[in-house]
C-alpha cells in the first residue's frame, strides 16, 4: 500500500459508496451480508497485493464469518439475527486485530479491551499517519508530487455537455424506457435533494476513512502480539493463599449445604414441595433466576481470586484447584437444579423465547464449567478466555440452527396435543408476535391432518391474522433487503390461501382487529389481548 496508496483510497471508498447503494432507505436483509463480505474481500485483497498474508489461525475465523453472516438474512427472530450481526462484526475484528500474529485464541479480557481501543484508534488516525509519512518518504526520496491542471479537466466537460444533452434527447425520443430512467437521473440532481446528496457524500468518506483505518490496523499493528498474560508485572497476585482458601471454603460449604436441600425438597418429588405449600410451577419460577445469577457471580469470583492468589508451594496449588472443583461441580449441580425448574415451568405454560434462549444458555454455560475444570486441573488457566469465547459462540450459533421462532411453535403445538391435563392451554395469541421464521411450521402443524378440530381453527385464525398484519399482496421488496425468512413464510401463506379464505376478517374502529372462524369463534389479531 505504501507503493500505491491510491489503489487503497479507491478500494475503501468504493466500499463507502457501495454501503450506500445497499443500505440507503433500504430494511436489513441480504445487503449486510453483501457488504462486509466485500469488505472482507477488499481487505484480503489489499493485504495480500502488498506481500502481508494472514496466519494460519487467524484464517480459522473466515467460516465462522461466513456463517454468521449468512444468518443475518436467512433467521428473523430478533435475537438471533442481533447475534448474528454481533458475531460478524466480532469476527471481523479478531481479524482484524490478529491477522498477521494470529494469536487471538491466548487473548484475555484484558487483551481484548486494550486491542479493541487500539484498533478504534487506529480507525481515527491511521488514516492521516499513513498519509504524513508517505509523504514524507516521498520528501526524502527528492519524488516531488506531479502537478495537476484542472482547467483541460473543465474545458472538456464544458464541450462534452452539450454534445451529450443533444444525443440524450434523441435516444430519450427513441426509447421511452431510457427517457424514464433519464428524468429520474436528473430529479435526482435536483436542488431540492442537495442536503441529502451532502449527508450520503460524507457519510461514504467517513465510512472509506474508517475502513482504510482497519485496513492499515491490519498491516501494522496485528504482527508480534504482546498478549496481557506474558506481562507478569501487570497483575501480580496480591491475595495471601490462606484468606483464598477461607473465602473459597466457605462458598463451597455454603453450596453444598444448599445442594442438600435440593436434594431432598426438589429432586424428591412433588411431594416434597407440596409439603412446604408450592406448586411446581410455583416452586420453579421461584427460584431459577437467583440460582442463575449464584452460577454467574461464584464463576466470577472464582476466576478474579485464581488471578490474585499467591500459590507458591505445590501443596497451595492442589489445595486451591481441589476446593475450585468442588465449587464448579456444586455450581453444576444448581444449574441443573434451575435447568429442571425451567423444564417444570415449561411443562405448565409452555415455551416462550426467553424461556427457550435460558435452555439453550444453560446448556453452554454448564459446558463453560465443565471445561473450567479441565483447565484448572491442567494449570492452563489462561484458557479460559478462550473457553469463555467458544461458549458464547456455540450459543450463538445454537439459536439459527434450533430456529427459536419455529421451535416455539412446534413444541406448543406438540404440548398441546398430547398433553391431557395442561395449566393453561395453547396461547395462539403468542404466535402472533412471533417472526416470519414461525410462519412454516404454523402451516406445517394447521396442516396436520391429526391435529383436534378446535385446534385447527385456532392455528388456522392466527395464520389468518398474520397474513392481514404483513399484507404481502401489496409489498415490494427491492433486491437489497431479501431474506429468506421472509421469502419462506410467504410461500408457506400462499399455499394456505384458500383454507384463510374461509376466515372473515373484522376491522372494527373501537376494537382490535379479529377474524371469525368457520365454526363462529372470534379470534383477536392482537398479541397483547387477553380474554
Not at 144 to 167: D, E, S, T, W, Y
Not at 199 to 206: L, P
Not at 306 to 313: G, I, L, N, P
Request: aromatic letters at 14%.
Amino acid at each position: 500500500m505504501k507503493t500505491n496508496p491510491t489503489k487503497l483510497w479507491i478500494v475503501v471508498f468504493a466500499l463507502g459508496w457501495l454501503f450506500d447503494f445497499l443500505f440507503w432507505k433500504m430494511n436489513p436483509g441480504v445487503n449486510f451480508a453483501i457488504f462486509v463480505t466485500a469488505c472482507v474481500t477488499a481487505a484480503f485483497y489489499l493485504l495480500l497485493s502488498d506481500g502481508l498474508r494472514p496466519n494460519r489461525t487467524s484464517l480459522g475465523l473466515i467460516p465462522l464469518f461466513g456463517f454468521f453472516a449468512a444468518v443475518t438474512f436467512i433467521r428473523a427472530e430478533p435475537m438471533t439475527t442481533f447475534l448474528a450481526y454481533t458475531f460478524t462484526l466480532l469476527t471481523m475484528t479478531l481479524l482484524a486485530v490478529s491477522y498477521l500474529g494470529g494469536r487471538w485464541i491466548s487473548y484475555t479480557l484484558v487483551d481484548y479491551f486494550g486491542k479493541s481501543i487500539s484498533l478504534a484508534g487506529s480507525m481515527i488516525a491511521r488514516p492521516i499517519m499513513f498519509v504524513t509519512e508517505f509523504r514524507k518518504e516521498q520528501a526524502e526520496a527528492g519524488i516531488q508530487p506531479p502537478k495537476r491542471n484542472i482547467m483541460p479537466v473543465v474545458r472538456g466537460l464544458l464541450i462534452a455537455l452539450p454534445i451529450v444533452a443533444v444525443f440524450a434527447s434523441l435516444l430519450s425520443s427513441a426509447d421511452v424506457v431510457f427517457g424514464q430512467r433519464l428524468e429520474d437521473l436528473i430529479e435526482w440532481f435536483r436542488l431540492d435533494n442537495l442536503p441529502e446528496l451532502i449527508f450520503r457524500f460524507v457519510y461514504i468518506m467517513v465510512i472509506g476513512y474508517v475502513l482504510a483505518g482497519v485496513v492499515l490496523h491490519a498491516s501494522t499493528q496485528s504482527k508480534d502480539e504482546k498478549l496481557a498474560s506474558e506481562d507478569k508485572s501487570l497483575f501480580p497476585p496480591f491475595l495471601g493463599n490462606v484468606e483464598a482458601t477461607i473465602v473459597l471454603g466457605s462458598v463451597v460449604a455454603l453450596f453444598a449445604a444448599f445442594v442438600m436441600v435440593q436434594f431432598q425438597y426438589f429432586f424428591g418429588g412433588t411431594t416434597n414441595i407440596n409439603v412446604e405449600g408450592y406448586t411446581y410451577a410455583e416452586y420453579a419460577r421461584r427460584g431459577f433466576g437467583e440460582l442463575v445469577t449464584v452460577a454467574f457471580f461464584a464463576l466470577l469470583m472464582l476466576l478474579t481470586l485464581s488471578a490474585v492468589t499467591k500459590r507458591e508451594t505445590e501443596t497451595q496449588r492442589r489445595l486451591f484447584s481441589g476446593l475450585g472443583v468442588a465449587l464448579v461441580l456444586l455450581l453444576l449441580v444448581m444449574l441443573f437444579s434451575a435447568f429442571k425448574r425451567l423444564t417444570l415451568y415449561e411443562e405448565a405454560y409452555g415455551f416462550s423465547r426467553l424461556r427457550t434462549y435460558t435452555h439453550v444458555f444453560l446448556l453452554w454455560i454448564g459446558l463453560l464449567l465443565v471445561a473450567t475444570i479441565a483447565l484448572e486441573i491442567l494449570r492452563k488457566e489462561h484458557l479460559f478466555t478462550f473457553a469463555m469465547l467458544v461458549a458464547s459462540f456455540g450459543f450463538a450459533a445454537s439459536l439459527p440452527i434450533l430456529n427459536v421462532d419455529a421451535f416455539i411453535v412446534g413444541q406448543n403445538v406438540q404440548r398441546e396435543i398430547h398433553s391431557q391435563a395442561v395449566t393453561v392451554g395453547l396461547d395462539a395469541q403468542y404466535f402472533l408476535g412471533l417472526s416470519d421464521d414461525a410462519i412454516p411450521e404454523l402451516v406445517a402443524a394447521y396442516r396436520n391432518p391429526s391435529l383436534p378440530d378446535p385446534l385447527h381453527e385456532t392455528i388456522g385464525a392466527s395464520l389468518a391474522c398474520i397474513r392481514y398484519e404483513r399484507g404481502i399482496d401489496d409489498r415490494e421488496i427491492p433486491w437489497q433487503s431479501f431474506h429468506f425468512a421472509t421469502r419462506n413464510a410467504d410461500k408457506a401463506l400462499v399455499s394456505v390461501r384458500n383454507d384463510l379464505n374461509k376466515y372473515d376478517l373484522e376491522d372494527d374502529a373501537y376494537y382490535p382487529v379479529s377474524v371469525t372462524t368457520p365454526s363462529g369463534e372470534k379470534f383477536p389479531c392482537s398479541p397483547y389481548y387477553y380474554d
